[in-house]
């Protein structure tokens, strides 16, 4: 089985738990262009103990001059403030992005205790839509896997793929590092 496979197999999950990740992840990215008008970035996170909403956050690099301020460093960030502890694993909790999380923000969840990752789009596609480098991370949710924790991803990616192309449409791309 090839990584693209694994990855967006969702079939290891129930029918109840993937409605339920079908129904938030397109809950976020109907949101998104609310977000995007009002100047983040084209990403948005949620984190969920069961049906209680925890946190939620886009991305705020530009807004915030800050290159490390993604959907879910900012939600996990929120998410420990809100419940006073930077170790979340006791909590049972799980990350909903609209996109499949850059290398920096593979770090941060491995280190939040986040238990379960659901994602809309995939890396491959994000690149091609946005030009963004979304960074290496070979065998990822394989590691993730070790550490208990689970990725299903790919979930509902033409309604994000339309977001990200809606928003390089407009031009709102403004990061990206000259290399």
Avoid at 51 to 72: G, Q, R, W
Avoid at 108 to 117: L, Y
Avoid at 162 to 173: E, H, K, S
Wanted: hydrophobic share 35%.
């Amino acid at each position: 089985m090839n990584t693209q496979q694994i990855i967006t197999n969702v079939d290891n999950i129930d029918a109840e738990q993937l409605q339920r990740a079908k129904q938030i992840i397109t809950e976020l990215q109907k949101e998104l262009p609310e977000y995007i008008a009002r100047g983040h970035g084209p990403f948005l996170a949620a984190i969920y103990q069961g049906d209680k909403l925890i946190a939620k956050y886009a991305n705020t690099v530009v807004i915030d001059k800050c290159s490390n301020h993604h959907a879910e460093i900012n939600t996990i960030r929120a998410a420990q403030a809100e419940l006073k502890n930077y170790d979340l694993s006791k909590y049972n909790l799980d990350l909903y992005v609209t996109a499949e999380p850059c290398v920096m923000c593979v770090g941060a969840i491995m280190w939040s205790g986040i238990r379960n990752v659901y994602y809309g789009v995939s890396t491959p596609q994000v690149e091609k839509i946005t030009g963004f480098f979304e960074g290496f991370k070979p065998n990822w949710f394989d590691e993730f896997k070790k550490l208990g924790i689970n990725v299903y991803g790919n979930i509902e990616p033409e309604l994000g793929e339309d977001v990200l192309q809606q928003y390089v449409d407009n031009q709102n791309i403004i990061y990206k590092p000259s290399r």
